[in-house]
Every structure is written in structure tokens, then in C-alpha cells.
């Protein structure tokens, strides 16, 4: 019997073979150089960095914190490296560890980093993001000039009543924890949580609220559900690493902010059309819709609404802020002390007003050592305007490049803190 061998079904065979592994081998190639970009332009970079993920793979699948893991990049760089490159997947970033260069590109340098890096104005229904908080030059810096005179010093003072007031429902809470003059067990964080949810409504939304008696009302569930759902951990890592993304995701998938914009147009008609006033900021929205008009940021419509975004930024910070130093001060006992006879003389000098807060130093430092520790806001970026120079080196930054500073990483150094682990205030 004879066999006959067909050579073209043999070369089929081999171009099925070959063509994948050559678009492979391709694509290896092609990744390899992508993340060697700091390598090439004589910048220090990360030894372990992943081939598809690049330096923020527990990042990106949720494993640990962003701010947390770009703290951990910090720690693994080169200890005498004024600055690290490493990559969001194939993404060039710069992380800068030496105070001087980032005093330099932070202030005297501002004009060629005034914008962040996830700014922009493709997010289109966040309460967070269309202010101070997220906007671009030169619609940043006009917004600026407008929003600085409505939270001075004088401005602070007239909301101080609606502050103190808004502390009344906390403390009938924290006196019915009180058994036999006796306090149980509190969770801190959530009156905290509550205390500020409260506080932003009504300073920011002019509305009183009140999260220690309704917990479950309307406007807490939702506030809750905005800051703590996996929807917004999904947000927050997009905004700030792959803004890219914002547009092709769709920002109502990110941000749902329809129940807070009721309260809001609400409290703005009702005062519109009563003329009522009491001294908060929906007072000082209605000035500015108002007055005069830019187009490079019109404040009407939703403009108005995103500026009261600023205090549901601070949401989050301002709680966890008020946490760690409680917890920190509960650890050390001395401190708890000297910090309650400092509150107790300034009020005893000055009563509850304004001045006395001001002058209770011993519990700012406090508050100052507890946010070192456990920095609220644990990243800074910025995005390269132009191609920069660092000074004194011969490193170009690109245009385009996000530049990122890590407070974990800052804080913790101790280079820069004697026992940074320790609560020294």
C-alpha cells in the first residue's frame, strides 16, 4: 500500500502553529518594551513589574486600597530615589518621593502641574468631581476666585451655629449609651459617619437631618450607599488611575447623585422663593447663581449643585480623620487627658464660639499627628502640562504623564519622621 504525503496540509499545519506563537512573541516583545519606559529614559522603576497589570495589579483587582498600594510602591523603591517610575498596565507614572521636587512641581513649578490627573469633563453626574475638586484650568482657576470668598474666616463663623447644632442629636445618643454613668462600647467610626452625614446637610444641602434617631431614612441609606458600595470602590480606582475609562464606562454607571440633587433644589427654590436666609451654604450658592456670568464655568443648573460637592468630598475624610484620632488618643491615655484640658480652657476663655477652636492647639496637633498616621486623603496627582525638566537632572517629563505623590509613603518614611509608627502629637 503506498501513502502519499501532502505537503500543503503539512504547511497549513505549521502556519497554524507559527502564526500564533509569532503574534505572542510579538505581543511579549511589545509589553516588555512598553514597561522598560522609565528604564530608557534613566529613571529608576520597580523590579517586579507584571507584564499585563504592570506595578498596580492588587490595585486594579481590588485586593488592597489604591492609596494603600501606591504607599506599598513607595516602600519597595529605592530608598535614596528622589523618585520612582512604575506603570498603571502598560501606563507610564511617576511617584515622587523627595520633599524638594515635589515643593518644586507642587508650587513653584504649579503652572506646569495645575491640573489632576483624573479632572475632567467627561464626569458628567458627579457631585464630586465638576468643582475645585476635579476641574481643569482655566475653569479651575476662575471657579477658585469664586468660591474662596464664600468659606472665609467670617463665613465659618456664621456657620458655627448650624455646626453646634448639628452635634445636639449625637450627644443624646452617646448620653443614652451611658449605663449607670458608664458608657458601653461605641463604634466611632459610625457616629462619626452619622455625625458628618448630618453636618453636610445641613451646612451644604440646608436641610436638617438626623442619622443617630433615623438611621435608615432616605438620605442616610443613600449617602451610605454612595460612599461604601463596591460601585464606589470601582469608581475611585477609575477616576484616579485609569480616567480614561470614565467615558467609556458611562459616569451614571459611576455616580448616582439623584437623590441628594432633589435636596438640594429644593432647599435653592424654597429659599429663592421665600427669601429666607440662615447662614449656610446654600446662601452662598444663591449669591453666585446670581452674579456675574463666565463661560468657562457657568454657575447654573448642576455648576451650582457640584459645589456643593466640596463638602461630600470631605465626607470620608473628614469622618476617618475624626476616628483615628479618637482611637489613637484611646490607646494613650496622657494625651486623651491633656487634649480634653486644652478644649476644656479654650471654652472656658472663650465660650463655644469660633476663637475657641482656634485656640485649642494641643488638640490640633492631635488631630494633625492622627491624619499623619492615617492620612484620609492618601494620594495626591497631577498631569504633566508640558514636557518638563526635572531640576538639575537630565529627566523630561512628558507631556501627558500623571505624576502621583504618596502621603502613606511620606508619612511613614523615616528619613522624614523620628518613629513614624508611633502617635507623637
Same mark, same amino acid.
Given at each position: 500500500?503506498?501513502?502519499?504525503?501532502d505537503r500543503?496540509d503539512s504547511?497549513?499545519?505549521?502556519?497554524?502553529?507559527?502564526?500564533?506563537?509569532?503574534f505572542l512573541?510579538?505581543v511579549?516583545f511589545y509589553?516588555l518594551?512598553?514597561?522598560?519606559?522609565?528604564?530608557?529614559?534613566g529613571?529608576q522603576?520597580?523590579?517586579?513589574?507584571?507584564?499585563?497589570?504592570?506595578?498596580?495589579k492588587?490595585?486594579?483587582?481590588?485586593?488592597?486600597?489604591?492609596?494603600?498600594h501606591l504607599?506599598e510602591?513607595?516602600r519597595?523603591?529605592p530608598?535614596?530615589a528622589?523618585?520612582?517610575?512604575?506603570y498603571?498596565?502598560?501606563?507610564?507614572?511617576l511617584?515622587?518621593r523627595?520633599?524638594e521636587?515635589?515643593?518644586?512641581?507642587?508650587?513653584?513649578d504649579?503652572?506646569?502641574?495645575?491640573d489632576?490627573h483624573?479632572a475632567g469633563p467627561q464626569?458628567?453626574?458627579?457631585?464630586g468631581?465638576?468643582?475645585l475638586?476635579g476641574?481643569?484650568?482655566?475653569?479651575?482657576?476662575?471657579l477658585?476666585?469664586?468660591?474662596?470668598?464664600?468659606?472665609?474666616?467670617?463665613?465659618?463663623?456664621?456657620?458655627?451655629?448650624l455646626?453646634?447644632?448639628?452635634t445636639?442629636?449625637?450627644m443624646?445618643?452617646l448620653?443614652?449609651?451611658?449605663?449607670?454613668?458608664k458608657?458601653?462600647v461605641i463604634?466611632?467610626?459610625?457616629?462619626?459617619?452619622?455625625y458628618t452625614?448630618?453636618?453636610i446637610?445641613?451646612?451644604?444641602? /440646608? %436641610?436638617k437631618?438626623?442619622? &443617630?434617631?433615623y438611621p435608615?431614612?432616605d438620605?442616610?441609606?443613600? $449617602? #451610605? =450607599?454612595?460612599?461604601?458600595?463596591f460601585?464606589?470602590?470601582?469608581?475611585?480606582?477609575t477616576?484616579f488611575?485609569?480616567?480614561?475609562l470614565?467615558?467609556?464606562?458611562?459616569?451614571?454607571?459611576?455616580?448616582?447623585?439623584t437623590?441628594?440633587?432633589?435636596l438640594?433644589?429644593?432647599?435653592v427654590k424654597?429659599?429663592?422663593k421665600?427669601?429666607?436666609k440662615?447662614g449656610?451654604y446654600?446662601?452662598?450658592i444663591i449669591?453666585l447663581?446670581n452674579?456675574?456670568?463666565?463661560?468657562?464655568?457657568?454657575?447654573?443648573g448642576?455648576?451650582?449643585?457640584f459645589q456643593s /460637592? %466640596?463638602f461630600?468630598?470631605? &465626607?470620608e475624610s473628614?469622618?476617618?480623620?475624626?476616628?483615628?484620632? $479618637? #482611637? =489613637?488618643?484611646?490607646?494613650?491615655?496622657e494625651?486623651?487627658?491633656?487634649?480634653?484640658?486644652?478644649?476644656?480652657?479654650a471654652?472656658?476663655?472663650?465660650r463655644?464660639?469660633f476663637e475657641?477652636f482656634?485656640d485649642?492647639k494641643?488638640l490640633?496637633q492631635?488631630?494633625?499627628?492622627?491624619?499623619?498616621?492615617?492620612?484620609s486623603?492618601s494620594?495626591i496627582?497631577?498631569?504633566?502640562l508640558q514636557?518638563?525638566?526635572?531640576p538639575?537632572t537630565n529627566?523630561?517629563i512628558e507631556?501627558?504623564t500623571?505624576?502621583?505623590?504618596?502621603?502613606?509613603?511620606l508619612?511613614g518614611?523615616?528619613k522624614f519622621?523620628?518613629?513614624?509608627e508611633?502617635?507623637?502629637?
Amino acid at each position: 500500500m503506498k501513502v502519499f504525503y501532502d505537503r500543503s496540509d503539512s504547511q497549513s499545519l505549521l502556519y497554524i502553529f507559527i502564526l500564533p506563537v509569532t503574534f505572542l512573541l510579538i505581543v511579549y516583545f511589545y509589553c516588555l518594551h512598553r514597561i522598560s519606559y522609565w528604564k530608557r529614559r534613566g529613571v529608576q522603576q520597580l523590579q517586579s513589574t507584571d507584564i499585563i497589570f504592570g506595578d498596580f495589579k492588587n490595585g486594579i483587582l481590588f485586593r488592597t486600597a489604591p492609596g494603600f498600594h501606591l504607599g506599598e510602591i513607595y516602600r519597595k523603591a529605592p530608598q535614596d530615589a528622589p523618585y520612582v517610575g512604575f506603570y498603571i498596565f502598560h501606563k507610564p507614572c511617576l511617584l515622587l518621593r523627595d520633599p524638594e521636587i515635589i515643593k518644586q512641581i507642587l508650587i513653584r513649578d504649579f503652572d506646569h502641574f495645575s491640573d489632576r490627573h483624573f479632572a475632567g469633563p467627561q464626569q458628567k453626574d458627579s457631585i464630586g468631581m465638576r468643582n475645585l475638586f476635579g476641574l481643569k484650568n482655566p475653569a479651575w482657576k476662575y471657579l477658585r476666585s469664586k468660591i474662596t470668598p464664600t468659606l472665609t474666616r467670617g463665613k465659618l463663623k456664621q456657620m458655627l451655629p448650624l455646626m453646634m447644632e448639628t452635634t445636639q442629636p449625637m450627644m443624646e445618643y452617646l448620653k443614652n449609651e451611658c449605663v449607670n454613668d458608664k458608657i458601653k462600647v461605641i463604634d466611632a467610626q459610625e457616629i462619626n459617619y452619622k455625625y458628618t452625614a448630618d453636618l453636610i446637610a445641613n451646612v451644604a444641602l /440646608g %436641610t436638617k437631618t438626623d442619622s &443617630f434617631q433615623y438611621p435608615n431614612s432616605d438620605y442616610s441609606k443613600s $449617602l #451610605m =450607599e454612595f460612599f461604601h458600595g463596591f460601585k464606589r470602590m470601582v469608581a475611585l480606582v477609575t477616576v484616579f488611575f485609569m480616567p480614561e475609562l470614565v467615558e467609556m464606562i458611562g459616569s451614571p454607571m459611576l455616580f448616582d447623585s439623584t437623590f441628594v440633587r432633589k435636596l438640594f433644589w429644593s432647599a435653592v427654590k424654597f429659599r429663592e422663593k421665600s427669601g429666607f436666609k440662615r447662614g449656610d451654604y446654600i446662601d452662598s450658592i444663591i449669591q453666585l447663581k446670581n452674579g456675574e456670568k463666565n463661560s468657562l464655568y457657568r454657575l447654573e443648573g448642576d455648576n451650582l449643585l457640584f459645589q456643593s /460637592g %466640596t463638602f461630600f468630598s470631605g &465626607f470620608e475624610s473628614s469622618s476617618t480623620t475624626a476616628t483615628f484620632t $479618637l #482611637m =489613637e488618643l484611646a490607646k494613650k491615655k496622657e494625651y486623651q487627658d491633656r487634649a480634653r484640658e486644652d478644649i476644656k480652657k479654650a471654652i472656658d476663655k472663650h465660650r463655644w464660639t469660633f476663637e475657641a477652636f482656634n485656640d485649642m492647639k494641643y488638640l490640633d496637633q492631635c488631630i494633625a499627628e492622627g491624619v499623619r498616621l492615617h492620612p484620609s486623603v492618601s494620594t495626591i496627582d497631577r498631569y504633566t502640562l508640558q514636557d518638563y525638566k526635572i531640576p538639575d537632572t537630565n529627566i523630561i517629563i512628558e507631556k501627558g504623564t500623571p505624576i502621583y505623590i504618596s502621603l502613606y509613603g511620606l508619612h511613614g518614611d523615616p528619613k522624614f519622621f523620628d518613629e513614624p509608627e508611633v502617635f507623637n502629637p
